[in-house]
């Protein structure tokens, strides 16, 4: 699906750019993901902003106004709103509040904690963020599934190995070429996810895209080289 | 439009005893009994812990009624630990206790649990780790937070963990639950089951509705599922099920073993695939009539008396006209199929 400029149409750069933010809802975040394992076009739109994000990120931040709080409390009082509504749970300060606020409320920690601080250099930022004891764990973590991923598919290629000397030149042509595509699809979430250390968006990316693979590997492997365009592991096809 | 979000600030607290259903070791089982909801702990009293690795942890334990008149759909992603649902609670309310465990204290301060009330009727539980001024949804193998949660049974739930456990109870508008490396548990759930997994292990008990499971590693063992539809895809692993009584069974593995025991329902359709490993079916009762066609790398191992035998290609197709033939009796049909290994239909011996 694409424009006479040669964009993709499926989603604009405003849906994209929220997915990239974090803001869509979890059904609509899915939906991206794998429309972007598939269309090399919305894969580099997403990577180029995701590079933005990170970069934004590094950016001093301003300090908000010392009265900021006290205007939005003042705005909540005039609203009609439920009891519950007006609770600051716990009593330490944690906010609940209408859809404005709820942006105040998730960043209100982290402003906090940087009123604590003397402002630092977007570069001290960054490599704080980089030097983060954290950020490691969570890369690791994040290594260790994609390591388990990428053992399932050499499991899967073992078997191929017995299956495709059986195949037809063309089926092993048409194996080649679709398993080309998702290697390249692989290597555009990798990279994203390599550019944006910290952001889970690109290694979910990187594991749907995994996901794509195993998923036609193993219909490969029980449909011995005759597989549609779906992906999908086998239904009937065999039977006599 | 969200009508409301509320931050969990979570700073430190006294750690009070989790309750049973919360803390079983092993969630894949249907969860205990409900226990009654804990008193808030006293704040400023963080309490040292020892995590599994033996290394001293903090842990911070809260709960919450998150309101939720009128949801339809609850929401939780907790990539930091494990989720724990159970359709227990009151109508228009959410029962949350979220419990922190880090090894400092700096840490603990860093985790959080957020809930957001959608305009849709949609409610989202999530939890973050502040990075470099930024919440972000991350998996952390030395500090977690875990999530219990009594939802109203008529609420849709979708749940994902990293490599947390996932599991579901007593609900009754179906449960999607995604995971990549925990083991996944559902019990006692109506309405449609979805779950995707990498590794881990997924175990389903008493499910009315149907049924559609993706996994990659691990084993996955099904008892008492009774609907539309079981459809459930495996890389690496067994299936085992008992007691299915959908009308369509699809149980599809690559490299582990089948084994289906039960009944064999008229009209059904049953498709057993494994590529490597044995599919064995074992009828356990008075099986229907069924049309088989069965492939598989050596010959086919039968305890019932089939008949109409014929090779079509590599397929073997037979009928089996049941004990005492009901003329009425639609017949269901059985695909049994292993590359490598082999096919079983064997009977149960009556206790």
């Keep these: ?240 | 439009m969200i009508r409301a979000a509320g931050l969990l600030a979570l700073s430190v607290g006294l750690t009070a005893a989790t309750p049973a259903w919360a803390a079983d070791p092993n969630p894949p089982n249907p969860p205990n009994p409900p226990n009654p909801p804990n008193p808030p702990n006293p704040p400023n009293s963080p309490n040292a812990a020892s995590s599994g690795a033996g290394e001293a942890q903090l842990v911070d334990r809260r709960e919450i009624i998150v309101p939720a008149r009128g949801a339809e759909m609850v929401r939780i992603e907790n990539l930091l630990g494990r989720v724990g649902i159970r359709g227990t609670a009151r109508p228009g309310e959410i029962h949350v206790v979220a419990e922190k465990r880090a090894p400092s204290a700096e840490i603990l301060g860093r985790l959080r649990v957020h809930y957001t009330s959608f305009e849709s009727g949609e409610v989202q539980i999530d939890t973050r780790v502040e990075l470099g001024g930024r919440e972000r949804s991350l998996p952390l193998a030395g500090s977690g937070v875990d999530l219990w949660l009594e939802v109203p049974p008529d609420v849709a739930v979708e749940a994902k963990t990293f490599g947390g456990d996932v599991s579901a109870s007593g609900l009754r508008a179906g449960a999607k639950l995604e995971t990549t490396g925990g083991r996944i548990g559902i019990s006692d759930v109506r309405g449609g089951v979805v779950t995707h997994q990498l590794r881990g292990g997924q175990r389903l008990a008493a499910i009315e509705g149907d049924v559609d499971l993706d996994g990659v590693e691990g084993d996955m063992d099904l008892k008492n599922l009774g609907g539309g539809r079981v459809d459930a895809r495996l890389v690496d692993g067994s299936i085992h099920a008992d007691d299915i009584r959908d009308d369509l069974v699809r149980l599809v593995t690559t490299t582990g073993q089948i084994v289906l025991i039960g009944v064999i329902r008229p009209s059904a359709h049953y498709d057993l695939r494994s590529y490597a490993g044995d599919v064995r079916v074992v009828s356990s009762g008075e099986s229907a009539p069924f049309e088989l066609r069965a492939r598989s790398a050596t010959p086919l191992d039968t305890a019932l008396a089939l008949r109409g035998s014929r090779r079509d290609g590599e397929w073997l197709r037979a009928e089996y006209v049941g004990r005492r033939p009901a003329p009425r009796t639609h017949a269901a049909l059985l695909e049994l199929s292993s590359a490598l290994g082999g096919v079983v239909i064997q009977v149960q011996p009556r206790e």
């Design chain 1, 1 to 240: 699906m694409a424009d006479p400029a040669g964009h993709c149409t499926a989603y604009s750069i405003e849906k994209l750019s929220a997915f990239v933010d974090g803001d869509l809802s979890a059904g609509d975040a899915q939906a991206v993901r794998a429309h972007g394992v598939g269309c090399p076009r919305c894969a580099a739109v997403l990577s180029d902003l995701s590079a933005l994000v990170s970069a934004a990120r590094g950016l001093d931040r301003p300090e908000p106004p010392p009265t900021l709080w006290a205007a939005v409390e003042g705005s909540m009082e005039r609203h009609d709103r439920p009891w519950w509504m007006a609770l600051r749970l716990f009593g330490t300060g944690a906010l609940a509040g209408a859809a404005a606020v709820s942006v105040v409320a998730l960043g209100l920690a982290s402003w906090r904690a940087h009123r604590a601080a003397a402002p630092a250099p977007a570069a001290v930022a960054i490599a704080a963020v980089a030097t983060d004891p954290l950020l490691a764990e969570a890369e690791a973590e994040f290594a260790r599934a994609a390591a388990a991923y990428e053992g399932s598919i050499e499991k899967l290629r073992g078997l191929l190995a017995r299956e495709e000397p059986r195949w037809s030149a063309e089926e092993r042509a048409l194996y080649a070429e679709r398993l080309v595509q998702l290697d390249e699809a692989i290597a555009r979430s990798r990279d994203l996810a390599r550019r944006s250390p910290g952001d889970s968006t690109g290694n979910e990316q990187l594991f749907a895209a995994y996901q794509q693979k195993i998923t036609f590997l193993a219909a490969a492997v029980h449909r011995g080289g005759t597989w549609g365009e779906d992906g999908r592991p086998p239904r009937n096809e065999g039977s006599p």
